[in-house]
């Protein structure tokens, strides 16, 4: 059974870091290209940062250029996204998602993504 599980979430005051988890079980992460996404209650969801295949090249949204990264570690089977500098307005919950497609430079459109995770909330507030 091809599963993400995502973790890392919480509640951290502005400025702070968080890491996210995206672990996979049934398949292996080093096939796909993985992509970040988030969606805040009332607001439509947000590609937010991928990592390609074949290249490893990444992508960010503008709104956290600068502030995250996306990395992977095929050896655990994982992906990460460190977050640093984090706003209130990144307050959502995260979901990792995977896809077979765009190998060479990745994707933040959520429509290409097969396999998705539960998601981990983050909160960021004082």
């Known amino acids: 059974q091809l599963q993400l599980v995502e973790s890392g979430g919480g509640l951290v005051q502005p400025g702070g870091s968080l890491r996210l988890s995206c672990a996979a079980s049934?398949?292996?992460?080093?096939?796909?290209?993985i992509g970040w996404f988030r969606q805040a209650p009332g607001k439509e969801r947000e590609g937010v940062s991928c990592?390609?295949?074949?290249?490893?090249?990444?992508k960010y949204a503008d709104s956290v250029k600068g502030r995250f990264t996306i990395s992977r570690d095929n050896a655990k089977n994982t992906v990460y996204l460190q977050m640093n500098s984090l706003k209130p307005k990144d307050t959502a919950a995260y979901y990792c998602?995977?896809?077979?497609?765009?190998?060479?430079?990745?994707?933040?459109?959520?429509?290409?993504?097969?396999?998705w995770g539960q998601g981990t909330q983050v909160t960021v507030s004082s």
């Open positions: 998602a995977a896809t077979s497609s765009t190998p060479w430079y990745g994707t933040l459109s959520a429509v290409v993504y097969n396999y």
């Open positions: 990592i390609s295949s074949r290249t490893g090249n990444t």
């Open positions: 049934g398949f292996t992460l080093d096939y796909y290209t």
